[in-house]
Nanobody, 124 residues
């Protein structure tokens, strides 16, 4: 059974850092992309970052502005999102997702597998 489990969320002050982890298990071999999405209360879910499972190429939303880094550890089947210089507007539930073919990485429907999310709260 495919499963994505996020961890690492929490409450920090503006300017602080968090590292989110996404532990994957049971995924099919055709998964090519892993991504992070987020959803703030009253807002639509949006793509934050993605990584190619094979090439480790990464993509980021414009609002990241160089503050976040997406990486993976294949030996641990884990994807990470290092978030620095956090802002109050980064407050959201963060989700990990996996896709066999995400030609447009930030599109939700391209992803077949989702985790339950981890809450990130940034106070000013």
């Amino acid at each position: 059974r495919a499963q994505l489990v996020e961890s690492g969320g929490g409450s920090v002050q503006a300017g602080g850092s968090l590292r989110l982890s996404c532990a994957a298990s049971g995924l099919p071999d055709n998964i090519k992309y892993m991504a992070w999405f987020r959803q703030a209360p009253g807002k639509v879910r949006e793509g934050v970052a993605a990584i190619s499972a094979r090439t480790e190429r990464t993509w980021y939303a414009d609002f990241v502005e160089g503050r976040f880094t997406c990486s993976q550890d294949n030996a641990k089947n884990t994807v990470y999102l290092q978030m620095n210089s956090l802002k109050p507007e980064d407050t959201a539930m963060y989700y990990c997702a996996a896709s066999p073919d995400a030609s447009i990485w930030y599109v939700e429907y391209a992803y077949d597998y989702w985790g339950q999310g981890t809450q990130v709260t940034v106070s000013s």
